[in-house]
Each structure stands twice: as C-alpha cells, then as structure tokens.
C-alpha cells in the first residue's frame, strides 16, 4: 500500500515515526520560518544547524525530517504532475492551449520544482536523507493505470481538475501542519512553511480559472471561483470529494460568521471566506492512490 | 450609547462585550446601509489607544489579531466602495467576483471584532483618496496592493503568534487572500498571478514584518495605527 511505503520510508530516518503522526506540522512549522529570511544557497545550512541546536541529544531530529519528507513527498507529486503534463502539451498528447494556459502550467510546474529542491537541500544539508521520489500514478489507480482519472495527461479538462484538487489539497495540507507546537517555536521555519502555503492558494485560484474558462467536467450549475464555495469541488467526479469535505463549515472559532453582526453574509460567502485544513492522515488517505 | 450588536469576544474574553467598529467615519463613509448596521457600539477600548503615533495596536497576541483587524477593516471599506461605485467596463463576472471578495473581507473584519471583543481596536476612517474608483486600472490596482500586501502580512505575522488556535485562524485566512490576490492579478494581466514580483526564485511568496506594512497601510488610513508594541520575533 502506498501509504505504508511513505511511512517506512520516513521510518527510515526516524524509527518511531508511527508514534510521531500528530507532529508533522510542527516540523512544517520548523521549516517555514527559515527561508524568509535568508538566500537559498544559505537555508539548507542555516536548516540542519538550527535542527542540530535545537534538538540536540533528542530523538527529535527525526520528527523534523519526518515532517520535511512528507511535504517533500506531497511536493513530488506536484512537480511530477506538471512535468509529465507539460511533457504531453510539447509532445501533442495533451492539449492545453498555447499561449496564456501552457505558460501558467509551465510557472505553476516550476514553483513545484522549485519546493521540491528547497526541501531535498534542507533535509540533506541538516543531516537527513530525504525519501525517494515514488512512482505515481496519477490515474490515482495504485499502479494499475486504470485509476478514476485515467487519460489524465490526454484529457485537458481531466488534467485541470486533478490539478486544482492537487492544489486544494495542498493547501489544506500546509495549513493542517502549522499549528504542531515545536513548529510554532521555531519562527523561520515556520514562515517558510506559510509561504509555500500562499503560493499553492496562487496556483489553486489560477487553476480554478483555467476550469471555468475550458468548462470541461464542471458540473451543470456550477460556477467555478477561485475560492471554494462551500464543499463543491467543482469537479464532475466523487473521487476528488475527500479533498473538499469539511470546507462547508460557517463557524470559526465557536463565532458564527453567516450574517455576523447584522452583515450580509451568506452561507456560501461565509464558507469560501474561511480555507481549512486537513490533517496528515486525511491527506495521505488523500494521495494514497497516486502513488504506487 | 448605541449598540447593536456586541462583539462576543469569544477568543479573548469569555464575556467580551461592546467591542468593534466606532461610530467614526469609517462606517459613514461607506453609505453603505448593511454596513451601517454592524455595530453603533462605541464603547471600544480605552483612551489609552490614542498616542502621537496613532492607536496602539497593543502587544502579543492581540496586538497581532488587532493588525490583522485594521487590515481587514481596511479592505473591507475598500471592496465596499468599489461595489457601492462601481468603475465602468467590468462585466458581471467580475463585478460577482469583486462582491464575494467584498464579502469575504467584511466576514474577517467582523471574525476579528468579535473574537477580540473588548480588546479590539476601533473602528478606522480610511483615506482613500490616492484611488479613483471610477477608473478600472486604479480600482485593481489597488486591490493588487491590498492583496498582495495581506498575503505578505499574514505570512509575515504566523510567527509572531503564540497561540496556536489563532495561527490556524490566520492560515485559514491567509489562503483566501492569496486567492483573492492571484485572480486580481489575473484580471490586470491573465498569467500574472504568481509572477516573480509576488513568488521568489524558491518558490516562497511575499513575506513583510507588521512595521513594513503599517507604512503601507498608514497611507490609506486617516486614522492612523501604531505597531510600536507588537512582538517583533
């Protein structure tokens, strides 16, 4: 199962990983802060020394690449994606329209590259090994090929919607990481962690435009935002809904925000003004049958 | 005094009360009845919010949901404007879209009045003056620079927070705003919305501390704030 083989891979590097899961988004926020502050040639160095001080003598160490790997396998999965579709658009498999949609996909593609690097070198340079790139299989069919999304890379407006879900999810996925507490002790990394966070809400409000422009698999009535309305996917497909679920609610925090203090505020409004997060364990259910 | 409708203060103070929007020109200034009916409560805080250098934001945690608050406000009365004068050449969906964006700022700026309740600040007159809301180009304009500026605030806050329930609060929001920001770049110039003025070389965006952006922000606000008492690390 793929999510077995993520989590023996983190357990190679950090044996009591099963005991950990909850403590992934304190890593993330280890992370996070890091970058804002330094150029890239310095974070990983400044990363492992900071990871050394910090959890010197302690097991530790391993939850932070623990936490890193799991970001940098969510990242893998991005980068990959974009690759092999912009692949398919310059071989002429797959039809993304020149111009305009091509280059957003080329932009989004890179900044996907460019975090899965940012990782790798921060793992490798504090001292960890980062995990393998998987093999994926983005029919999201565990290896069969014959997944919900089969034809993904020939289909544009397939292709479409399983990048914004990929980018919904990944939203959701930093957010559900930065609260873990070690990560909230750590400013630089867990500034880092945020703003990868915003660049795949940059990708997801992109993407979800390039949907409502193409129309395809939108479902009738919908109307495609940058933002999520409630819990609608937007996606003519219920193998995407778990990414979704739970981005209905209306409260925050015990204060209820539909028509708040006499404002007009609808449900729909309400929901959309609000992203939530999902946990480690909702995304890896989430992504296991992309990776084989 | 007037009260409509009490902030709960459900985050900060179990029994909050009479928090939120002054009476001031901010809310007049809208004309905009809904908005008008939020929240006549004018009890806010103390007087000791006032000083030469504007309010005080105050200090740790609320100090940091209080700059999240003027912010909000901020772009709240912006999106209010600019629906309730809107420029000429927007088609309706773009018009839909500037509303739920409006919509989405007025649920934040309210989220933040309540959850802070008596420790809110009140409510700011902005001065937007430098904008013209009949002309498209300075209307985007502007809301590229809200945006962009509330994305880089947010993430340059989240490590100022200690309380993780209100560093979730702010992910939440965050998100939405990086949202708002990539689709107003888009409609300035399709293709823009995660260019290399707002996403670095690593890929990481836009990050600024509260004292980078309060210099920003102190231009659109005729009520001018101070965030001398905020955690800096």
């Not at chain 1, 974070?43 to 936490?67: C, I």
């Not at chain 2, 409560?41 to 100090?63: F, R, T, Y």
């Not at chain 2, 989405?104 to 809110?120: D, M, P, Q, T, V």
Request: charged content about 15%; proline content about 4%.
């Amino acid at each position: 199962m793929n999510v077995k083989n993520i989590l023996k891979e983190i357990e190679k590097v950090d044996p009591v990983v099963y005991d950990r899961l909850d403590t992934r988004r304190n890593t993330m926020k280890q992370f996070a802060g890091l970058a804002g502050k330094l150029a890239l040639v310095t974070v990983p160095f400044a990363l492992g020394s900071m990871f050394k001080k910090a959890y010197a003598g302690e097991n530790r160490v391993e939850t932070v690449f623990d936490v890193l790997n799991f970001a940098l396998t969510l990242e893998y999965l991005e980068a990959k994606f974009y690759q092999m579709g912009n692949a398919a658009a310059v071989g002429g498999t797959l039809a993304i329209p020149a111009g305009a949609a091509q280059a957003a996909i080329q932009t989004i593609g890179a900044h996907e590259t460019a975090h899965v690097a940012f990782l790798k070198s921060a793992i490798t340079s504090s001292g960890g090994t980062p995990v393998a790139e998987p093999v994926f299989d983005f029919t999201a069919g565990n290896g069969t090929g014959l997944g919900p999304f089969a034809g993904v890379f020939i289909n544009y407006p397939l292709f479409l919607a399983v990048a914004q879900t990929f980018e919904d999810t990944g939203v959701r996925a930093y957010k559900g990481q930065a609260t873990d507490s070690d990560l909230m002790m750590n400013n630089d990394v867990l500034q880092a962690a945020l703003r990868i966070h915003s660049v795949e809400a940059r990708h997801a409000a992109h993407i979800r435009q390039m949907r409502k422009t193409n129309g395809g698999l939108v479902p009738a009535g919908v109307n495609v935002k940058p933002w999520i309305t409630l819990k609608q996917s937007g996606i003519d497909s219920a193998a995407v809904q778990a990414s979704y679920d739970g981005e209905e609610i209306t409260n925050q925090a015990t204060i209820e925000i539909v028509n708040i203090n006499s404002q007009v505020i609808s449900a729909t409004a309400a929901s959309e003004a609000f992203d939530e997060p999902l946990t480690k364990a909702q995304v890896l259910a989430i992504v296991d049958p992309f990776i084989v | 005094m007037p009260e409509i409708k009490p902030g709960s203060g459900k985050l900060l103070t179990p029994a909050g009360n009479a928090a939120g929007i002054s009476r001031r020109k901010f809310l007049g200034y809208t004309g905009a009845a809904a908005v008008v009916a939020i929240g006549i409560s004018s009890c806010d805080k103390d007087d000791d919010n006032n000083n030469s250098s504007g309010i005080d934001l105050g200090s740790g945690d609320v100090g940091i949901l209080n700059y999240a608050y003027a912010l909000e406000q901020l772009e709240a009365a912006f999106y209010i404007k600019v629906l309730l004068t809107p420029y000429a050449g927007g088609s309706v969906t773009e018009m839909a879209l500037l509303a739920d964006i409006r919509d989405h700022e007025i649920a934040h700026r309210e989220f933040f009045k309540n959850a802070l309740g008596s420790g809110a600040i009140p409510g700011l007159t902005p001065d937007f003056s430098a904008i013209n809301f009949s002309d498209r180009t300075s209307v985007l304009a502007a809301a590229k620079a809200f945006e962009d500026t509330g994305v880089s605030a947010y993430n340059g806050a989240g490590k100022l927070i200690t309380t993780p329930a209100y560093l979730t609060l702010a992910g939440k929001i965050v998100s939405v705003e990086a949202r708002h920001a990539a689709w107003i770049r888009d409609i300035i110039s399709n293709g823009t919305f995660a260019d290399s003025t707002a996403v670095d070389a690593q890929g990481l965006d836009l990050v600024a501390t509260p004292a980078q952006v309060l210099v920003i922000a102190n231009t659109y606000l005729a009520t001018k704030i101070s965030g001398n008492n905020l955690p800096t690390s």
